[in-house]
């Protein structure tokens, strides 16, 4: 086997028009407004890789080198990101009666959650493009993943965040070096403030889909995903749904494999979970529409997923359509009962986002959208702990005898 000693990258292409711009430039969205995708070489990356070649290598995301746009003489910025493990869900899984249930736990990653994957690879490629200030609207996660890894790269990092991101997220983005802000509004103010701060304060502009690299990145929660399911992917993956990258990035990734003949079996039908309280993607889905309208009456605490007007919304229909999948709101309180409930009974800590897929699993299972035959894979997009939990109010007085009989209610 020969190792391809550039990468594989023939071109970008807007997702709108379809028009071709050359790789090793510096990109926002296309001159047409509309995200652009990285394309690949895929007989050569097929005819230099192989799926032992590949089993043969270091456990982490940057085994899967030849599907990302860094070149061997991009040097990566790495902190550590962990093969996420899949955990199956046994007292879930017969209470609902699905085949499989597993939780694939994106918050073992670097700062606890999924977005390091995209924040990876799009601080190494902006690094090697000569970026060295960066701004990002989040919902959080994003934000603490950019700070961790631009402060890693050298970068100047500004993050704005909504006013009641939780503490630990937000305390956590400054504390890895970003120059951060809490801002009275949702993401979207958040976005327009990076936006309309570009020429000001020359950062180059990282929101999502507004360059391409982020996608990149994501992608390898897919190939992960493949790997462990040896080339066969699951029936259904329940994903919870803000911007909506990860949907995109896994799609492109699964065809990118189809097309070199990797996988076997159909592809897997592809779910979005949002909100009751913010469901402008699952509400244009059921409107049959391909295009997504803002929400306007935003009710949900859940944060990854309170994204009113996604910009790759259209994006993400096309992805629902395609897989033959579906997208589906959940109610908040059944989330944080749901929550509650995994993280006692399963000893598994999700963050109220993941929480919120399994909710969705336990009621398309009832109304048949999931079959009994199908294996599930629901994404737990970061740790539990990045999330407020009850307070524990119990104490004693190490000066006082301890009731014992009490400790049993
Ligand atoms: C924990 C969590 N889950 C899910 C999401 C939604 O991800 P996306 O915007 O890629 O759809 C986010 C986004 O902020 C998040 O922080």
């Known amino acids: 086997m020969v190792l391809e000693k550039k990468s594989l990258v023939t071109h970008l292409e807007c997702s709108l028009t379809g028009e071709h711009y050359p790789p090793g430039v510096l990109y926002g969205l296309s001159p047409a407004n ?16 192989s799926k032992e070649t590949l089993a043969a290598r270091a456990p982490n995301m940057w085994r899967y080198r030849e599907f990302l746009p860094l070149g061997p003489d ?35 990653l670097p700062t606890g959650s999924f977005k390091c994957r995209g924040m990876a690879v799009a601080v190494s490629m902006a690094r090697s493009l000569g970026v060295t200030r ?80 982020r996608v990149e990145g994501k992608k390898t929660m897919g190939l992960e995903l493949a790997e462990q ?26 065809n990118e494999l189809k097309e070199i003949g990797w996988l076997e079996g159909p592809l897997p039908r592809m779910v979005a979970v949002q909100s009751t309280g913010c469901g402008p993607i699952v509400k244009a889905f059921e409107a049959g529409a391909r295009e997504v309208e803002a929400w306007d009456n935003v009710t949900t605490g859940i944060h990854g997923v309170r994204v009113p007007n996604p910009l790759g919304g259209g994006l993400v229909l096309d992805v629902l359509y395609a897989s033959e999948g579906f997208g589906t ?8 009962e749901m929550r509650a409930k995994i993280c006692a009974a399963e000893g598994l800590h999700m963050c109220p986002e993941g929480a919120a897929c399994l909710v969705a699993l336990a009621v398309e ?39 014992y009989s009490t400790m049993q209610i």
């Open 34 to 49: 509309a995200p652009l995708f990285v394309r690949y070489d895929l007989k050569t990356l097929k005819r230099t890789l």
């Open 74 to 108: 991009i040097e990566a910025v790495s902190l550590g990101e962990t093969i996420t493990p899949l955990i199956p869900l046994p007292t879930l899984e017969r209470r609902l009666q699905c085949a499989a249930v597993w939780v694939k736990d994106e918050g073992r």
């Open 134 to 213: 960066i701004a990002i609207p989040t919902a959080g996660n994003a934000g603490s993943g950019l700070a961790a890894y631009a402060s890693r790269a050298g970068i100047e990092s500004f993050v704005f965040t909504p006013a009641d991101t939780p503490e630990i997220t937000a305390s956590e983005i400054a504390f890895h070096g970003a120059k951060a802000w809490r801002v009275d509004g949702l993401v979207g103010d958040c976005a327009k403030i990076v936006a309309d701060g570009t020429e000001a304060m020359g950062w180059f502009d990282l929101t999502t889909l507004k360059e391409p690299y």
């Open 229 to 254: 399911f040896d080339w066969r992917l699951p029936e259904l993956i329940f994903f919870p749904t803000g911007g909506g990258v990860c949907l995109i990035a896994m799609w492109k990734v699964f």
């Open 329 to 336: 709101m959940v109610n908040d309180d059944a989330v944080h």
């Open 365 to 403: 299972r009832q109304s048949g959208r999931v079959g009994p035959d199908d294996r599930v894979v629901v994404f737990n997009t970061a740790s539990g702990l990045k999330s407020p939990m009850p307070p524990l109010t119990q104490s004693l007085n190490k000066d006082e005898p301890v009731d």
